[in-house]
C-alpha cells in the first residue's frame, strides 16, 4: 500500500520524523522522505507554503504507477472557538478560494480518520495568504471551519496520481488571537521560510515576546498530535485496505 503524506514545510514534519524510521530519498528538486509504517509504504513530501513546490513531479520519480492515499497534512488556523490548537480536524470538503473550487475529500478516507478520534469538520479554506488578524478569521468562520494554504492543491491534484484523498489538519492558532508576526513576509518564491526574513519580522514585532512563546507553544501541541493521529491513522488503513468496500488503487 502506498500512502503519499504532504506537508508545507520540515517543521510540521519533525516530531513524526522521529518516531519513524523515515530515510531521505531522491524527489528531485523537492525534500522527500520513505518509510515502512505497518506494512504500508509512506512517502512524505513538503509542498512548499501555499504548494509551489513540484510535489507532484517529485511523486513519479519516487513511485512509478499509481499512489492510493493521499494525505494533505500540517497546521491550519482554526475559524470557529470550538476547534482550539492541538485540535486534529479532518475535513469533508476544501474549498480552493483562489480557483473558486470545492473539492470533496474521500468519504471512507474521513470515516477511518473520524475513527481515529479527529474531529469531522464540513470545510477547509485554501487560501494563498497567511490569515494574520482574529478579525478575519472570524468573518471567513461564516463559511469555513479552518483556514490553510495547500489542500486545495493537493487534493486537486491527487486524482492524477490515482490516489483517494483527504485532508486532515492540526490547528495551530486559535480563531481569537492575532499571528504575534506578519508570516507573509517571511516566506521565499519556493514556499520555505526565509530564516533571515524571519529574524527581521520578529525583531520588528520584539514588543510581542508573549505572542511568540504562545504560539510557539501551540505548534509544539499541534505537531506532537498530528504525529500520534498519523501513525494511528496509517496502521488502521492497513488493516482496512483489504476490505472490499475500502480497496484502494491497483498499484
Known sequence: MRILVTFAVEAEFAPWRRRHNFQKVNGGSVEAYSAQISGADVCVLFTGIGCRKAWVQ????IWPGNVDVCISSGFAGSLRPEYQPGDVLVAREV????????????????????KCRATPVGVFLTKDQVVVEAAQKRRLGADADAVEMESACVLSEAA???????????????????????????TSKSGDVDKVRLIAEIVRFRTNAFGMFRLFEHTRIARKNLADFLSQYIERLTQVSGEPQLKVAAQ
Open 58 to 61: 517529485a511523486t513519479r520519480v
Open 95 to 114: 474549498w480552493g478560494q483562489t480557483a473558486g473550487a470545492t473539492i470533496q475529500c474521500d468519504k471512507l478516507l474521513v470515516q477511518l480518520a473520524t
Open 160 to 186: 492524477s496520481l490515482g490516489a483517494r484523498s483527504v485532508a486532515i489538519r492540526a490547528i495551530s492558532d486559535s480563531v481569537g488571537e492575532d499571528l504575534p508576526i506578519d508570516f507573509n513576509r517571511t
